[in-house]
């Protein structure tokens, strides 16, 4: 069975850095696209960017290009989104989701979210 | 970058009957890369239909996707209770994807 498990709820100043995970499972982790999608509240989904395990290649959204990095570590399925310095604008439940097999695909399974809250 | 527009931004619709949600892009999807979600509140969203007609493991046939090149569509036949939530279409045609801004299903 395919999961995504994401790290728990963090609560975090502005200026403070912040890296969250997604350990994977029950499928080949290197093999396939994984993904961050941004949801701030009450609002829509928005694709942050894509990593592919197996080699590292990344692609981002222009907009988030220089704000986030995303990573991963193949040797213990887990994929990454990380600040080095959050903004009260960054507040948004983020979700990691893995892409169905090659590179212009859907996500077919999602982690549950990570609720990141910036404040002073 | 592909913009999807949904509409409309809210159905009001009851059990039993059918309903018909937009997601009109800003240039063509080739391929047909489109696909649909549903998202409860609280929950991640749920993979519905990828390839813009091809429908998700698990997902009844009461859910229906259509369309090509700028114009999509989501068609729910017989509404039962638990699909009165949010819906959003996305483009996977190329990097960046995106989503549209979503359209609420309500009794």
């Known amino acids: 069975e395919v999961q995504l498990v994401q790290s728990g709820a963090e609560v975090k100043k502005p200026g403070e850095s912040l890296k969250i995970s997604c350990k994977a499972s029950?499928?080949?982790?290197?093999?396939?696209?994984i993904g961050w999608v941004r949801q701030m509240p009450g609002k829509g989904l928005e694709w942050m960017g894509i990593i592919y395990p197996g080699d590292s290649d990344t692609k981002y959204r222009p907009s988030f290009r220089g704000q986030v990095t995303i990573s991963a570590d193949k040797s213990i399925d887990t994929a990454y989104l990380q600040w080095s310095s959050l903004e009260a604008s960054d507040t948004a439940m983020y979700y990691c989701a893995r892409q169905s097999s090659g590179y212009l695909q859907p996500f077919d399974y999602w982690g549950h979210g990570t609720l990141v809250t910036v404040t002073s | 970058e592909i913009v999807l527009t949904q509409s409309p931004g809210t159905l009001s619709l009851s059990p039993g009957e059918t309903a018909t949600l937009s997601c009109r892009a800003s240039?063509?999807?080739?391929?047909?890369?489109l696909a649909w979600y549903q998202q409860t509140p609280g929950q991640a969203p749920r993979l519905l239909i990828y390839g813009a007609s091809s429908r998700a493991t698990g997902i009844p046939d009461r859910f229906s996707g259509s369309g090509s090149g700028t114009d999509f569509t989501l068609t729910i036949s017989r509404l039962e209770p638990e699909d009165f939530v949010v819906y959003y279409c996305?483009?996977?045609?190329?990097?960046?994807?995106?989503f549209g801004q979503g359209t609420k299903l309500e009794i």
């Open positions: 029950g499928y080949s982790f290197s093999n396939y696209w």
């Open positions: 240039q063509g999807v080739s391929s047909n890369l």
């Open positions: 996305q483009q996977y045609r190329s990097p960046p994807s995106t």
